[in-house]
T-cell receptor, first 113, second 112 residues
């Protein structure tokens, strides 16, 4: 099983550019989430989804947009990249939200210059 | 805002020794989970302990939970160099769809 797949693994953007981070899972999980990880900050929740067509904001949603048209895919869009969005981004999925273990992708390291 | 806080921030031990990491949290929880992250990789789930459980084991891992003190500990026995990683606790609240709230992690270095 592939589990949770994120693309790309690395990306450099210029300030003001937009891009989409892709996330796909093949475990038929209803719940998917996006986190960012910054040095000394742990993981912070950006957006999450409890099923196709349903999304909600996490702790740090500003500057990011999500949609969930299928169970498998949960893309994260950066609308106008800023240096403060330089981070490592992780996508995760699980069966029952926080009531079951989460499966993480390998991460996307994003640098905004 | 982060709920769990791990202690210590960094831990350096020799192979064969035991490693203990602690996690404290502030509000009531449904469960607490521990994850491992190797350098440059995603997080991997280790153990989930529910609020009505006090202790769980998985191989060389032992997790305890004290809800009265709002704290948990992760013990890795007979550490190996391959255990070198960052370890995170994540808490889950009791209401609705509850998301994982992560602490800042403990960086463990196990030297041969």
């Amino acid at each position: 099983n592939a589990g949770v797949t994120q693309t790309p693994k690395f990306q450099v953007l210029k300030t003001g550019q937009s891009m989409t981070l892709q996330c796909a899972q093949d475990m038929n999980h209803e719940y998917m989430s996006w986190y960012r990880q910054d040095p000394g900050m742990g993981l912070r929740l950006i957006h999450y989804s409890v099923g196709a067509g349903i999304t909600d904001q996490g702790e740090v949603p500003n500057g990011y947009n999500v949609s969930r048209s299928t169970t498998e895919d949960f893309p994260l869009r950066l609308l106008s990249a800023a240096p403060s969005q330089t981070s490592v981004y992780f996508c995760a999925s699980n069966r029952q939200g926080g009531y079951a273990e989460a499966f993480f992708g390998q991460g996307t390291r994003l640098t905004v210059v | 805002s982060q709920q769990g806080e791990e202690d210590p921030q960094a831990l350096s031990i020799q192979e064969g020794e035991n490693a203990t990491m602690n996690c404290s949290y502030k509000t009531s929880i449904n469960n607490l989970q521990w994850y491992r992250q190797n350098s440059g990789r995603g997080l991997v789930h280790l153990i989930l302990i529910r609020s009505n459980e006090r202790e769980k084991h998985s191989g060389r891992l032992r997790v305890t939970l004290d809800t009265s003190k709002k704290s948990s500990s992760l013990l890795i026995t007979a550490s190996r160099a391959a255990d070198t990683a960052s370890y995170f606790c994540a808490t889950v609240g009791n209401s609705g769809y509850s998301t994982l709230t992560f602490g800042k992690g403990t960086m463990l270095l196990v030297s041969p």
